[in-house]
């Protein structure tokens, strides 16, 4: 934690003076004088950046990975899950199908019923959600699949098409 505190210190520092330099040379060359009151501006510009930077490390530092750089931004996460159920609608009625995940030769990612079939949307019957256990099975979340209309259900009485989310 010490060499830690120390970098920031260093950091902080490296950044007051850097600041201040360049304010006082670039506010010397564009005006007449620098303006008033510069040190504790530039060590102010330098304390909120350390404290930004510290900031990020204390959050990479309770979970590390779960954020990448500032310019590597997601705002989405993925899961991988090892099993899944498919639910699907046939002729007989709602069924569930658990799939496990394997891995083929070149590094594929395939899931597999008890059988030894792989997933597949278009199987038997239509598929109308996949299930997923959560929280080291303590949470089962559904995901309803979007059904698409027939073309003829998407005409309005006008004949403009509309579309449904």
């Known amino acids: ?5 120390l970098l920031f ?8 003076v850097i ?3 360049a304010s006082r040379w670039g506010q010397g060359y564009f005006y007449e004088r620098p303006v008033d009151g510069l040190a504790w501006r530039a060590t102010a510009v330098a304390g909120g950046v350390t ?31 090892d099993r899944f159920w498919s639910e699907r609608k046939t002729a007989v009625g709602v ?24 997933w597949k949307r278009s199987d038997s019957g239509i598929v109308t959600a996949i299930i997923v256990e959560e929280d080291n099975g303590e ?19 006008q004949g403009r098409r509309r579309s449904l989310c």
Do not use: C, N
């Open 51 to 81: 404290a930004f930077l510290g900031l990020w490390a204390f959050i990479e530092a309770k979970s590390p990975g779960r954020f990448d750089s500032l310019f590597s931004f997601s705002s989405k996460e993925e899961k991988e899950f």
């Open 139 to 157: 949470q089962r979340r559904r995901f309803a699949a979007r059904r698409q209309l027939s073309a003829r259900s998407q005409r309005s009485e």
């Open 9 to 16: 210190a260093l950091i902080f520092a490296g950044l007051a």
């Open 1 to 5: 934690m010490f060499p830690l505190l």
């Open 19 to 21: 600041v201040a330099a």
């Open 95 to 118: 069924t569930e199908t658990e799939f496990h995940r394997h891995t083929v030769p070149p590094g594929r990612v395939e899931y597999l019923d008890d059988a030894g079939r792989p």
